[in-house]
């Protein structure tokens, strides 16, 4: 080592055999040379070279983790930062003068088993005016005919305080939900409020990073309907 050297150089200490026995073991361009005669300028040379070496190996290897990361998980961390901004300005009453909903239902409308859980179960739970009454959108009653799709479904996400998914393995891989979904987190973006609710008919994906990441930020957003029939009316409460 370089220190090495400079204190043999500067003791005072007496080393037997200091010009013949002691002698590098390396590097390769060094090795059995004399530690008296070794050139301090050109083992400061090879220090300089390593710390460069290893400083471009560091930045690549960082550079590699943050793209697989960023490729990975970049819409986890999106999620998480906009979340959070929604977060940092608390809680607000949910009192909007532009909304004429309390909630815009979005479910699959081809499934009978779904809709009819909807009216009958959802609707007549929300809607019973002698329990919470609240006023809810409906793709099949509320929305004007004639009207775009697309236009239809901003307006009910727009004009409603929240956005409620009913969701099944078979709906949760249609178009239709990606674009509502998308709308709605447009919302938290835009208004920097969370709107989205959802109510798993089936037992939900195990693997959706989505899923697992929502459950840990905004647990009471995610909804399971229990299997149990008995169990029913506690979900609402």
């Not at 090495?4 to 361009?29: D, M, R, S």
């Not at 499934?111 to 002698?130: G, K, M, N, S, Y």
Request: hydrophobic letters at 45%; charged letters at 20%.
């Amino acid at each position: 080592a370089v220190w090495f050297v400079w204190w043999v150089n500067h003791t005072e200490v007496t080393i037997p055999y200091l010009a013949t026995e002691v002698t590098c073991v390396g590097p390769g361009a060094h090795k059995g040379q004399s530690v008296v005669s070794l050139d301090l300028y050109t083992c400061e040379l090879d220090l300089t070279n390593l710390i460069l070496f290893s400083f471009s190996i560091s930045t690549a290897l960082f550079l590699m983790v943050v793209m697989t990361a960023s490729h990975l998980y970049f819409w986890d961390v999106w999620y998480f930062y906009h979340f959070c901004k929604a977060k940092i300005r608390g809680y607000q009453h949910l009192l909007s003068t532009g909304s004429c909903y309390d909630a815009f239902i979005v479910y699959d409308t081809k499934d009978p088993a779904v809709t009819e859980w909807v009216f009958e179960e959802l609707v007549a739970q929300l809607e019973d005016p002698r329990e919470k009454h609240f006023n809810l959108c409906l793709e099949e009653r509320d929305w004007l005919p004639g009207q775009p799709v697309l236009e239809n479904l901003s307006q009910s996400i727009q004009l409603s305080k929240k956005t409620v998914f009913v969701m099944t393995d078979k709906y949760a891989k249609t178009e239709n939900f990606k674009i509502a979904f998308y709308l709605s987190h447009q919302r938290l973006m835009d208004e920097k409020v969370d709107v989205i609710i959802l109510i798993f008919l089936e037992k939900p994906l195990k693997k959706s990073k989505f899923l697992q990441l929502r459950k840990r930020l905004c647990g009471s957003s995610v909804l399971e309907w229990p299997t149990n029939p008995q169990a029913h009316p506690y979900f609402w409460q």
